[in-house]
């Protein structure tokens, strides 16, 4: 009897041993090792030199833990900015991090997934400084359902940004669900592995799926805002590596800037990896949790509804006055509080002009 219960007390002692190892571990910050572990350890980020040394390229490396096992989800993350002026962040030597903060916060949401939202993850600010002494931060959060991580740079100037180097590396047997890119992001996904996979210019999101099955993420950005341009994903160089690309001026149609310019100090958009099951893939709000709260303060008079919407039925139908009175006396037989008015609505003819006021 005595046997037993001294096994039943080691083993509770080693369990708690290991679980004084995991908490510990969840976030371990030192020059070599810069590692950033999930609030549950299911994640880590690994931020490394690819010359194990504190000058040079800095990458990130994703793993995934799932009963029992790890898997390698994204083996590397290149990082870096080149601006204007001359700058660049591509060879960069390390400074600092900062201490291991947790982000714990509580937002509601008038329409989504769900109304009470959670954001809990672990952050960890990471300082680099470049050839000319400028200083560049990387920002890393790590959540239970993935990653998301940002540029920083303080100081004065406005700059252009000429390229981000920002670019995953995805393993030639890691099956990929991505769409062409074209900029109404209107298209169909394809899926595609090893030798089938085509080299394009791709649109957000990206779904990816490991070799060894254990482990689903999905490629996404957030806090887009008028500081920064939205991109997309091009593997055109290497099939296996899909780089952040800003827009071709054809995107916009020939209006607005191909190239971002940014005046400090200024953060970029988030990048943000979505990772774990399927399940987890469709229930994550993390897109949203690292998006800046609304300006809108009261958000009553935002009601979801039914809606008419010509444009699927009527391709073009936009920019016919006619057509659009038709939906519209739709919506009223229907009981439906709206109709849609789809783009083009600002070249619409026969019978009525509309202008924005």
């Known amino acids: 009897m005595n046997t037993i219960k001294n096994h039943i007390s080691m083993n509770i002692f080693s369990k708690a041993i290991l679980l004084v190892v995991l908490l510990y571990s969840f976030m371990v910050v030192s020059a070599r090792n810069l590692t950033v572990r999930s609030p549950n350890g299911k994640i880590s980020v690994h931020v ?9 390229k800095w990458s990130l ?14 083996s590397s993350i290149d990082l870096g900015l080149i601006l204007s002026d001359g700058i660049s962040f591509m060879d960069m030597k390390f400074l600092k991090s900062s201490k291991p903060f947790l982000i714990k916060e509580n937002y509601t949401m008038p329409h989504g997934k769900s109304s009470q939202r959670h954001n809990t993850g672990n952050e960890v600010v990471f300082t680099f400084e470049n050839k000319e002494k400028k200083k560049l931060d990387i920002i890393i959060r790590v959540y239970n359902d993935g990653i998301a991580f940002r540029y920083s740079i303080i100081g004065k100037g406005n700059f252009t940004v000429q390229n981000e180097l920002t670019s995953y590396a995805i393993d030639t047997e890691t099956t990929r669900w991505t769409q062409k890119w074209n900029p109404a992001n209107e298209g169909l996904y394809a899926s595609m592995s090893g030798d089938k996979t085509q080299q394009e210019e791709w649109c957000y999101p990206a779904l990816f799926q490991t070799k060894d099955n254990n ?25 296996n590596k899909y780089k952040i690309t800003f827009p071709d001026p054809k995107d916009g149609r020939g209006k607005g800037e191909s190239l971002p310019k940014i005046t400090l100090p200024w953060k970029s958009p988030w990048r943000v990896i979505i990772i774990g099951n399927l399940n987890d893939i469709v229930a994550s709000t993390l897109v949203d949790d690292v998006a800046p709260p609304s300006v809108i ?41 709206y109709t849609l008015l789809d783009w083009e609505w600002d070249s619409m003819g026969n019978g009525e002009t509309w202008k924005m006021p």
């Open 297 to 337: 303060k009261n958000t009553n008079w935002i009601k979801p509804g039914a809606v008419s919407w010509n444009y699927w039925s009527d391709n073009h139908g936009t920019r016919d006055f006619k057509t659009i009175c038709e939906f519209a006396d739709l919506a009223v037989a229907m009981g439906w509080p």
């Open 215 to 239: 482990c689903w993420f999905l490629l996404h950005e957030s806090a887009v805002d008028g500081t920064y341009c939205g991109s997309k994903l091009s593997n055109k160089e290497d099939k």
């Open 61 to 74: 490396k994703v793993n995934y833990f799932n009963d029992g096992e790890i898997t390698e989800a994204i």
């Open 48 to 56: 490394f030199n690819e010359n194990n040394s504190d000058n040079g």
